[in-house]
């Protein structure tokens, strides 16, 4: 027999889910902030969590310049870094651990979009951050993309006047 929709349909069907970015953005707590040792620089890394199954990492260079970025939302993944851009996917729960991300093929716009408008609340990032990190998942900006002297003046341990005349000495 089957179910007679009438003045209470609305209480026969799963309400769908809806993220409320705002909340979720006052929800985050700073968890963790360390110094990592690479082989050429210390890399400083913050992660912010939620209940709400949120998590952001952030990923600095000594001159506090964001070389990574990465939104996990509800298993959906969201990541830019200088080199290789802009990336999205999802959660792949394994028996293993760490789990697998599986990226897509092309970034998705509407997963971009989710992280983005979550970021804009996310309390305990600083606005210049924020600015930073809503500029790279929207413009995506990659080393191979970058003017040379904007790179090197940006992310470089030198100053560009004094890697000029480094180049200058060396080609003479």
């Not at 082989?39 to 990492?57: A, L, N």
């Not at 070389?67 to 996990?72: A, E, F, H, R, S």
Request: hydrophobic share 40%; no cysteine; glycine share 4%.
């Amino acid at each position: 027999m089957s179910k007679v929709l009438g003045a209470n349909a609305k209480d026969n069907f799963e309400k769908p889910f809806y993220a409320n970015f705002r909340e979720i953005g006052l929800s985050l707590k700073e968890m963790e902030s360390r110094s990592i040792d690479t082989t050429y620089q210390k890399v400083m890394s913050q992660w912010f969590h939620s209940e709400s199954d949120v998590d952001i990492v952030l990923w600095k260079d000594e001159k506090k310049n964001i070389i990574k970025q990465q939104v996990n939302l509800f298993g959906q993944v969201i990541e830019w870094n200088i080199v290789e851009g802009l990336k999205t996917g999802f959660v792949v729960e394994t028996e293993l651990k760490p789990n697998v991300i599986r990226y897509d093929s092309a970034p998705s716009k509407h997963s971009v979009h989710q992280a983005v408008d979550m970021v804009r609340f996310a309390v305990p990032i600083l606005v210049p951050d924020k600015d930073v990190l809503i500029n790279n998942f929207l413009l995506a900006p990659k080393i191979a993309s970058m003017d040379p002297g904007v790179f090197v003046e940006t992310f470089g341990k030198q100053k560009l006047s004094v890697i000029k005349k480094i180049l200058r000495r060396f080609f003479k």
